[in-house]
């Protein structure tokens, strides 16, 4: 009897709990949650929100180093760039993929996307006014990401787990490509050198902001961390981005933005100055620089783009109509 | 830039593949699908990488420390040597699959004959390249037949597009001096010989894309081959090549 309630679907709380507790246990004994198993609808959601919104950045993503593609000064850095963002897209799409075993169509994710109900990494409302911007955000705002993903590779979603593997791989790639970008500027002419500072002058908060608000304010944490889809805190992740950054700046010869950074042998660690919170809550809130112009830009790439995703499925309607006739 | 027929014709190849990949460039992050917005940036790598190939050997033809990026980024307009089928502002993307298409007919029969090229360096760039055509025509061809063959929105954005690049595909077969030394060196080939060939292709997929092929006859723009371009190729260099242009002997 009290597997039959479960099984029409109508458990019992006593039963739900039960449930929830095997879940966890699951979890803490390290077996991966995939797409078939049973578990808490809050951990679906949770779940397609940060997969969809970690989507939806790699798409919006493209559009500030898009914009130099253009631009690109030599012909070997124009084809890295292209392979980067080509890469990006690629990252979009296995997300969506693993979104999508959550219970989400993509079209569904894309409109929450559009309509302003999900968001993507605020990262990307900012300009890539130079050059020297795509060398940043290949060092910082990739690099920052991957330490944030490497952790994800063993996080308790199977389909998850796996789409970071190799998404991580890729990162790492693009953030050593960024830093060689950086290296040659910092190695040029006095106006590269410029160039070079003033991207990490203007890239360097917001990358830091990237991981999210200190722990004491972070909504979704405690549960992310037992359910394994978060095994850091954001400030964990924050102190090591800056740990392993500062050597790589003073390499190149850059002064990392902040008069309030030094090392503390103490701590093991760098302290570092006060982020300002209020600028990021605000370009959150979608007053960025470029949060409109970003937006509006896939809108209309989705919009402009409808006759030809209406005319594919109209096409395999009439080939599939067509193959039925010849075989009856 | 005045020098010899094989550098000439180098630069007519590489300019080619670099000005197309660059329009593709263009597109990136606005493609109509997630899939098609890696499509045509793969495209846009394939190309870039073969003018890469090209330009690398006109440099070394050229000589004068000439490079890849010295060709690519301080030539000016009229020294640039590509078609003026692959500097067509993008438009939409009926507009940019169809001048593809054109392109990627035209430039899988004039690998094939590059591949019995008397030049070494040459039969071996086209053997490489030809893998990536091969699979850009076989791409764009379903694309045309798809949408032409969807609804009747998009035939009717094909057909117009088709209309308005259709004068353009008389260039990719009109020779010149440069066209008749290579032949003569057996180095390359007559391109009037490539015409039938290319209209019984185009002609099968269009028929089957239920599209329309234009009236033959009336506009012919030429002069691509030669420098004499389009107003549109100005404006792609100035963008192409403002960081170089505006940084002299700065490395990147």
């Known amino acids: ?328 | 830039m005045a020098g010899s027929a094989r550098l000439e014709y180098l630069l007519r190849l590489g300019d080619n593949a670099l000005i197309l990949s660059q329009r593709l460039g263009e597109w990136c992050g606005k493609g109509p699908a997630l899939e098609e917005d890696m499509a045509l940036t793969n495209t846009a790598l394939d190309l870039l990488g073969q003018a890469r190939l090209w330009l690398s050997l006109a440099a070394e033809e050229a000589g004068d420390g000439a490079d890849e990026d010295t060709l690519a980024y301080l030539r000016d307009d009229r020294a640039f040597r590509n078609l003026l089928l692959v500097e067509q502002p993008n438009g939409g993307y009926a507009d940019t699959l169809v001048r593809q298409f054109l392109f990627d007919a035209w430039a899988s029969l004039a690998l094939r004959q590059l591949l019995g090229s008397s030049d070494a360096a040459i039969a071996a760039i086209a053997e490489k390249a030809i893998k990536e055509v091969s699979y850009h025509l076989r791409r764009s061809s379903d694309l045309v037949v798809r949408l032409g063959d969807g609804t009747a929105r998009s035939r009717a954005l094909l057909q117009a597009a088709l209309d308005t690049l259709w004068p353009y595909h008389h260039e990719l077969f009109t020779g010149d001096a440069v066209d008749a030394e290579m032949l003569a060196r057996g180095i390359g080939f007559d391109p009037a010989s490539l015409r039938d060939a290319w209209l019984s292709y185009v002609r099968d997929v269009l028929a089957e894309a239920t599209l329309t092929v234009p009236s033959a006859g009336g506009w012919a723009p030429k002069g691509g081959k030669q420098g004499l371009h389009s107003e549109h190729l100005g404006k792609l260099l100035a963008e192409m090549q403002v960081l170089p242009r505006s940084h002299p002997g700065a490395r990147w």
């Open chain 1, 1 to 328: 009897m009290y597997a039959q309630m479960v099984d029409t679907g109508t458990p019992s709380a006593a039963a739900v709990d039960a449930q929830e507790a095997r879940f966890q246990q699951r979890i803490d004994d390290g077996i991966r949650i995939e797409a078939q198993d049973w578990m808490p609808e809050r951990y679906r959601r949770t779940l397609i929100r940060q997969i969809s919104q970690h989507a939806h950045s790699e798409i919006v993503g493209q559009l500030p180093e898009g914009n130099w593609i253009t631009r690109a000064p030599s012909l070997k850095r124009k084809a890295i760039l292209l392979a980067k963002v080509q890469d990006e897209a690629g990252h979009g799409l296995y997300l969506y993929s693993a979104a999508e075993t959550l219970g989400i169509s993509r079209d569904q994710m894309v409109d929450d996307l559009h309509a302003g109900r999900a968001k993507y990494s605020s990262i990307f409302n900012y300009p890539t006014l130079t050059w020297a911007d795509v060398g940043a955000i290949g060092w910082l705002v990739d690099g920052s990401a991957i330490m944030n993903q490497i952790p994800l590779c063993r996080c308790s979603y199977g389909p998850y787990a796996r789409a970071m593997i190799r998404v991580c791989k890729e990162e790492a790639f693009h953030m050593r490509q960024g830093y060689d970008l950086m290296l040659a500027l910092a190695r040029g002419t006095p106006a590269q050198q410029a160039m070079a500072q003033d991207a990490l002058n203007r890239w360097w908060w917001p990358s830091l902001m990237m991981f999210g608000p200190p722990d004491g304010d972070s909504v979704h944490s405690a549960q992310s961390q037992a359910w394994k889809i978060k095994l850091f805190t954001n400030d964990e992740l924050r102190q090591k981005m800056v740990d392993q950054t500062v050597p790589q700046a003073e390499y190149l010869g850059l002064t990392v933005p902040d008069p309030d950074l030094k090392w503390n042998a103490e701590r093991g660690h760098y302290d570092f100055g006060a982020i300002d919170w209020e600028e990021f809550y605000n370009v959150v809130k979608g007053n960025g620089p470029c949060n409109r112009e970003r937006l509006e830009t896939r809108r209309r790439a989705w919009d402009d783009g409808e006759w030809f995703r209406e005319a594919l499925v109209a096409h395999a309607g009439k080939a599939a109509a067509r193959a039925t006739a010849k075989a009856a």
